[in-house]
């Protein structure tokens, strides 16, 4: 058995070499937030972060992941309250059919940790390796703007 | 254990081309050596007379180096033309020479910067220019048992160095289907010293053009014209040997190497603070 840390828990994978972090996130962990569409890296769904970076686990070696912190869209709320990002994604529409919805969220956490305040046009680049299918684009990026205003309110209450 | 398994153990870097192969059949090893962990390649370090970059620096390192050195920033750009955010945390800079595509997008950087590849194997390291490191499609100078290590640019003793690289595109996650880059050394004298090229994506490696760069060397970046620069572009372009494929027609390659030859020097005397008349 392989331990990973996953969402800040240890968690046990199989030691088989040939599968992808998403694949054993999926499968083994039942983690399947963590969703696979084109498998090739270029649609983004599968994204997770790989100590705080964004990263496409379809791509990455499941062994791979030993030693590193994991977060899965699992792991972003704090019991019933919803991460700030996830909020605002429910308050913009940012989604519709919502497959490529856990990925968006993931990518916005990493981009938003970079460039807290950004406009929408970073936020377009920002998010620019991730698909929606449906085109709800214009509302994923309000969502991001929403979610950066609340992230920015959270850390000014904490002052 | 490179050398121990033979040509069924290969490299596994950030695995984004690797991940490919080994899906689509390219490749079947039954060893993967994973260097994804080994921070001694994972470097960028700026001196006087050179830049070095690790062989396993993420993309994403390398474009958060913008600040260090206008050649950095100049590669930093490019990187912010490749893959996606989430994929260039794990795509690394000697896994895309190594990859060896002839449609990669640093490649045609190192080669116009003159850069030279540093490879380890048994018997220590040896270096061949980023030209002579690309054999064919996929295909390198570094041997089975060995490892690319680094790259390193060198910097001009006596004046400065500036390079653009320019590519078509049809979408932010496609490969390029044509690229070009060029970099342009300015003596103090003001005289123009050494003119690289590099041509992507028109032949099955990354082509220079010794002759177009000799027709722009020694001149004075003052006397340097829009048309010099066309006529520079022209002969280099006489050089690509493009294929039609489902990216673009062998013809609109042709065509547009030369303009993104013409381009990337431009913006390379512009950069000096030339004025193009
Ligand atoms: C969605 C997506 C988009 C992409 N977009 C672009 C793009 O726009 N432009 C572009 O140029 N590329 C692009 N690529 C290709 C790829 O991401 C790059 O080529 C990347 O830099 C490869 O690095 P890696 O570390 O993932 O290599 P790996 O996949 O780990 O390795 C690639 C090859 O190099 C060998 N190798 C790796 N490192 C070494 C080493 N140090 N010594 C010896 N051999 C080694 C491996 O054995 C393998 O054969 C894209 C890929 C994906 C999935």
């Given at each position: 058995m ?19 972090l ?8 039942g983690?399947?937030?963590t969703r ?46 919803l991460?700030?990002i996830?909020?605002a994604f429910?308050?913009?529409?940012g989604?519709?059919?919502?497959f490529?919805?856990?990925?968006l ?5 990493a981009?938003l ?43 000014l209450?904490?002052? | ?19 490919l ?9 039954t ?16 001196g006087?007379d ?8 993420a993309?994403?390192t ?6 260090r050195?206008?050649?950095l ?16 945390t794990?795509?690394?800079?000697g ?11 640093l ?10 590849a540093?490879?380890?194997?048994r ?33 001009p003793?006596?004046?400065?160095i ?5 590519r ?17 050394t ?6 123009i ?7 992507g ?6 082509l ?24 520079v ?14 990216r673009?027609s062998a ?7 030369e303009?993104?030859?013409r381009?990337?020097?431009e ?7 030339g004025?193009?008349?």
């Amino acid at each position: 058995m392989t331990v990973l840390k996953v969402n800040g828990r240890p968690v046990e994978i199989s030691d088989r070499g040939d599968r992808t972090l998403a694949d054993a996130l999926r499968n083994d962990l039942g983690l399947i937030g963590t969703r696979v569409s084109c498998a090739e890296g270029e649609c983004g769904s599968c994204t997770i972060l790989v100590d705080g970076q964004p990263s496409t686990s379809c791509l990455m070696l499941a062994q791979q992941a030993e030693g590193k912190e994991i977060t899965t869209i699992e792991g972003l709320a704090d019991g019933d309250n919803l991460h700030p990002i996830q909020q605002a994604f429910v308050e913009e529409q940012g989604f519709q059919c919502g497959f490529c919805t856990p990925g968006l969220i993931i990518s916005a956490k990493a981009f938003l940790a970079e460039n807290p305040n950004p406009t929408a046009d970073e936020v377009a680049v920002g998010m620019s390796g991730n698909i929606c299918r449906c085109g709800a684009y214009p509302y994923i990026v309000k969502a991001v703007l929403r979610g950066a205003e609340k992230i920015r309110a959270v850390a000014l209450a904490a002052e | 254990m490179l050398a121990e398994h033979g040509p069924d153990a290969m490299i596994w870097a950030g695995g984004t081309d690797m991940t490919l192969h080994w899906q689509r059949e390219k490749v079947s090893p039954t060893v993967c050596v994973d260097i994804r962990d080994v921070s001694q390649l994972d470097f960028i370090e700026v001196g006087n007379d050179a830049i070095r970059i690790g062989a396993m620096t993420a993309l994403a390192t390398l474009e958060r180096a913008a600040g260090r050195h206008h050649i950095l920033k100049m590669l930093s750009d490019i990187t912010k033309l490749m893959c996606t955010p989430q994929t260039r945390t794990l795509a690394t800079v000697g896994g895309n020479m190594c990859n060896a595509s002839p449609a990669a997008d640093l490649s045609p950087a190192f080669v116009a910067l003159d850069a030279t590849a540093v490879i380890f194997g048994r018997n220590g390291t040896r270096e061949v220019t980023a030209y002579d490191f690309f054999v064919g499609v996929n295909r390198t100078a570094v041997a089975q048992d060995e490892i690319l290590q680094e790259v390193t640019i060198p910097l001009p003793s006596d004046g400065e160095i500036h390079g653009s690289y320019r590519r078509i595109d049809r979408t932010v996650v496609d490969i390029a289907l044509v690229n070009g880059s060029a970099a342009v050394t300015v003596g103090i004298d003001g005289v123009i010293s050494k003119v690289g090229l590099g041509l992507g994506a028109v032949a099955p490696i990354i082509l220079n053009a010794p002759d177009a760069s000799a027709a722009l060397e020694g001149t004075s970046l003052a006397d340097v014209t829009r048309d010099k620069l066309a006529e520079v572009a022209a002969i280099a372009a006489r050089h690509a040997k493009p294929i039609t494929d489902v990216r673009a027609s062998a013809g609109y390659r042709q065509d547009m190497v030369e303009v993104m030859l013409r381009r990337a020097l431009e913006d390379a005397i512009t950069n000096h603070g030339g004025k193009l008349r």
